[in-house]
């Protein structure tokens, strides 16, 4: 199910053939659950599935506690979140400063960022087992198309698909309350990723429209793309006492979210707007292969020698 589950036993002579090929098979990361759990008793492991759950928004976001809530019908959770609102960090992480934790009743809440969350609580506060899983969400908000690129809740995930965990990010739109229709949706979801053995390098990436269980229109896996908003800028209107700032040529500026350009076809985001209950599935390794190929075709070494490149 994971890379480090998937190590085949000191004696594989002692396990039977159906046990072994079944823990072989998990190695490539793609078995079932029956498999994966087999392998795990093959292995003499007893631990529970333990679950990493993470946010944006802050350890006492209403949607970090109804997904924690939720998925403890699936495994053991474990809950490290930023102790504030961190959305828009992306996974971005801070490497030269103490970590410091509170731990309450809702978990423990970090001064890091999301991915900074992530990557402390498996460095420092993992079960003696490890985390099968990180999941993070739900976020005040979704994460549909492009904007997922500089979200904290996918980037949290992200993390963990660093770290050779499978990961899966939860997000809805318009409302910061109601997120039991969509926390039972995660739970169910996370459940059959446990049966099939994710992916790891994967970040399964869901967004719940403003919809009650009964209002949802459905569910469909898209992928990524288009922007629901854009970002724009507007200047802020000089105030009496700023005249000197603007002297020495200090602005202010604000953030004012204007509509979007055409939304692709088929796309997540269209889904989305549609009303549905979106899963993208989301690679950590951004390379675009094709072009690895075509760069092949260049003369390169002509850059490092200051010739000409080209064919």
């Known amino acids: ?83 504030g609102q961190q959305s828009g960090t992306s996974m971005s992480v801070s490497l030269n400063q103490e970590i410091r934790v509170r731990t309450s009743a ?18 420092a506060l993992a079960p003696e087992s490890g985390f099968d899983l990180v999941v993070s969400g739900i976020n005040i908000g979704a994460n549909i198309g492009e904007v997922s690129h500089m979200s904290g809740t996918v980037g949290a995930a992200m993390m963990g698909a660093y770290l050779r965990m499978p990961a899966v990010a939860a997000s809805q739109g318009g409302r910061p309350d109601g997120f039991e229709h969509a926390a039972g949706v995660v739970a169910r979801f996370v459940a059959e990723l446990r049966r099939r053995g994710p992916e790891t390098g994967i970040v399964y990436s869901l967004n719940f429209p403003v919809a009650t269980a009964a ?33 020495q040529g200090r602005r202010r500026f604000r953030p004012v979210f204007g509509p979007p350009d055409p939304i692709p076809a088929g796309s997540d985001t269209e889904a989305h707007n549609e009303g549905l209950v979106t899963i993208t599935p989301l690679r950590f390794d951004w390379t675009d292969r094709p072009t690895v190929d075509a760069l092949e075709e260049w003369n390169l070494e002509a850059l490092l020698e200051g010739g000409e490149g080209g064919r």
């Open 1 to 83: 199910m994971l890379a480090r589950n998937a190590a085949v036993p000191s004696n594989p002579a002692r396990v039977g053939a159906r046990a072994f090929a079944a823990l072989a098979w998990c190695g490539t990361l793609a078995c079932g659950a029956e498999n994966a759990d087999e392998a795990r008793e093959v292995r003499g492991d007893t631990s529970p599935y333990h679950i990493l759950v993470t946010n944006d928004d802050g350890i006492e976001s209403p949607g970090i506690r109804e997904l924690a809530a939720a998925l403890r019908s699936v495994g053991q959770v474990t809950v490290v979140a930023p102790c």
């Open 106 to 123: 809702a978990g423990s809440c970090v001064d890091a960022t999301p991915a900074g969350a992530v990557l402390f609580a498996v460095r």
């Open 215 to 247: 209002e949802t229109r459905g569910i469909a896996a898209r992928p990524m793309g288009g922007s629901y908003f854009r970002v724009d800028y507007e200047e802020v209107a000089e105030e009496p006492g700023e005249e000197v700032d603007r002297a």
